[in-house]
């Protein structure tokens, strides 16, 4: 019923100084700020590919400061995606496996999943996250001339042909790149409204 591995939590001393050395490293893209309170934790997310990286950050006594403590920094749970979330949910508890549910995450503790804390959100906001960046992607490719051949229609590819008449006519370019950033702004909106929605991540 685990549909994919959408994020790792990650438990930090040092929220920021971790999102600077992933940013370096791997050229990972901020996102966005939250809390989580069964956590007791703020944390940084971080876009990883199709993925997501949170930097959790004790605030307090809780589950973050407790694997500080005892481990250092490092893996503190994998995150899971599935479209049948409510399903899931009542099958592990038919089961006998308890978890905290926080807004429309589930986490579930190593001592049921053989040793690696989990946590599980719909799938929802990350398909509109994916859909953002594959739009990038495929129209930066285009662009690059790496796209779908012409007569094929395609951003990217209008992009790069209209280079060259920039500046005898601006809205052969300013056209697709609207269309870019529109469709572009309109997932990620759309993934922003699904997640406050859904309260994925208390604030």
Same mark, same amino acid.
């Given at each position: 019923m685990?549909?994919?591995?959408d &994020?790792?939590?990650l438990a930090?001393?040092?929220r920021?100084?971790?999102?600077?050395?992933?940013?370096?490293?791997?050229?990972a893209q901020p996102?966005?700020?939250?809390?989580?309170?069964?956590?007791n934790?703020?944390?940084?997310?971080?876009s990883?590919?199709?993925s997501?990286?949170?930097?959790c950050?004790?605030?307090g006594?809780g589950p973050?400061?407790?694997y500080?403590k005892?481990?250092?920094?490092?893996?503190?749970?994998?995150?899971?995606?599935?479209?049948?979330?409510?399903?899931?949910?009542?099958r592990?508890?038919?089961?006998g496996?308890?978890?905290?549910?926080?807004?429309?995450?589930?986490?579930?503790?190593?001592t049921s999943?053989?040793g690696?804390?989990?946590?599980?959100s719909?799938?929802?906001?990350?398909?509109?996250?994916?859909?953002?960046?594959?739009i990038?992607?495929?129209?930066?490719?285009?662009?690059?001339?790496?796209g779908?051949?012409?007569?094929?229609?395609n951003?990217?590819?209008?992009?790069?042909e209209?280079?060259?008449?920039?500046?005898l006519?601006?809205?052969?370019v300013?056209?697709?790149?609207?269309?870019?950033?529109?469709?572009?702004?309109t997932?990620?909106?759309?993934?922003?409204?699904l &997640?406050?929605?859904?309260?994925?991540g208390?604030r």
């Amino acid at each position: 019923m685990l549909e994919r591995v959408d &994020r790792m939590l990650l438990a930090v001393t040092d929220r920021a100084r971790a999102s600077q050395n992933f940013q370096n490293l791997l050229g990972a893209q901020p996102l966005r700020e939250e809390t989580s309170a069964y956590l007791n934790a703020r944390i940084a997310v971080l876009s990883v590919g199709e993925s997501e990286l949170e930097l959790c950050e004790p605030a307090g006594d809780g589950p973050v400061d407790a694997y500080l403590k005892r481990w250092g920094e490092g893996l503190l749970a994998a995150g899971y995606a599935t479209t049948k979330f409510d399903a899931l949910a009542a099958r592990l508890a038919d089961k006998g496996v308890t978890g905290v549910r926080e807004g429309a995450r589930l986490f579930l503790p190593g001592t049921s999943t053989f040793g690696l804390p989990m946590v599980i959100s719909p799938i929802l906001v990350q398909t509109s996250l994916t859909l953002a960046n594959t739009i990038f992607t495929v129209t930066a490719l285009s662009f690059l001339g790496i796209g779908p051949p012409p007569p094929d229609p395609n951003w990217g590819g209008m992009l790069s042909e209209a280079r060259q008449f920039m500046e005898l006519a601006p809205l052969t370019v300013i056209g697709p790149a609207a269309a870019i950033v529109f469709a572009t702004m309109t997932f990620i909106v759309l993934a922003n409204g699904l &997640r406050e929605l859904l309260d994925v991540g208390s604030r």
